[in-house]
């Protein structure tokens, strides 16, 4: 039995890595650097009924330790991420996490519905989250109650597993959590970027066209982990951690927070490399800490552990 292998809502995975939403496109670029079959699923770029150019640029500033966004959801839309990016990725044997994100809750159902019945999609990321879009996305993601129903009506038309990724973005990240779990949550991601801004000094106007963005990389490791911490042990529901994951050392430490497998985001755009290095290095890791399944360390750092049979795969 592998010791990085996890069983979650839908997901068979071979190890607990892959990489975020919108870190790695629908994969082909680093299609040509390595073996994609390595990673234990792909999130891919999030989906909308209708294609997005998404928003003006500049829309990318450096930070330190990170970096901030306001791509604002491009895509090519549901029919060809489908018929074009879906067909693609079908030649490898990993199940794929489709993200979905929309305007209104017609635009989550229509998306939903549709992208589940792909074969090779074994789980929906529900993107409430995403704080770089003027409709949607965040506007679904700081209201429990609004998160709640539209969790509820994607997991009607949905044909696989539904996760929720959540936005850092609100007062109670807890309240959310049990909220999209009432909703029929299978599984939620975590966490989503937090709103930041970078001024220009020469201008003193923001650097972002959209003057704001999402804040991610190493900066939020911090509070995703803190984040992670809370959510476990309020819900029963398995979480996909993320913010800030660049070596097998953070992947322990979310999955000591309550994780049970892990993106890794920012950290593919400094190293193309990164999610097989992990991959590589998390076995002699989880063996020189003592444990002999690295599902012995989801929530140690609260008991959860003692609680976990299930996820061995």
Known sequence: MSVLGIELPGLSLKNPIMPASGCFGFGREFSGLYDLNKLGSIMIKATT?????????PRVAETHAGMLNAIGLQNPGLEKVIESELRWLSQFDIPIIANVAGSMEE???????????????????????????????????????????????????????VYVKLSPNVTNIVEMAKAVE???????????TLLGMRLDMRTAKPILANKTGGLSGPAI??????????????????????????????????????????????????????CPKIIDELPALVNELGYDHISECI???????????????
């Open 221 to 274: 490791k911090p509070v995703a982990i803190r984040m992670v911490y809370e959510v476990s042990q309020q819900v029963k529901i398995p979480i996909i951690g993320m913010g800030g994951v660049t070596t097998a050392e953070d992947v322990i430490e979310f999955f000591y927070a309550g994780a049970s497998a892990v993106a890794v985001g920012t950290a593919n755009f400094v190293d193309p490399y990164i």
């Open 299 to 313: 929530g140690r750092s609260w008991g959860k552990h003692e609680q976990i049979a299930y996820h061995r795969a």
């Open 107 to 161: 635009d989550y159902i229509e998306v939903a519905k549709e992208i589940s019945k792909v074969s090779n999609v074994h789980a929906l990321e529900l993107n409430i989250s995403c704080p770089n879009v003027k409709q949607g996305g965040i506007a679904f993601g700081t209201n429990p109650e609004t998160a709640k129903r539209l969790t509820k009506l994607v997991k009607e038309v949905s044909e696989v597993p």
């Open 182 to 192: 009432d909703g029929g949550a299978d599984g939620l991601t975590m966490i989503n």
């Open 49 to 57: 009924a209708e294609p997005r150019f998404g928003n003006p640029t």
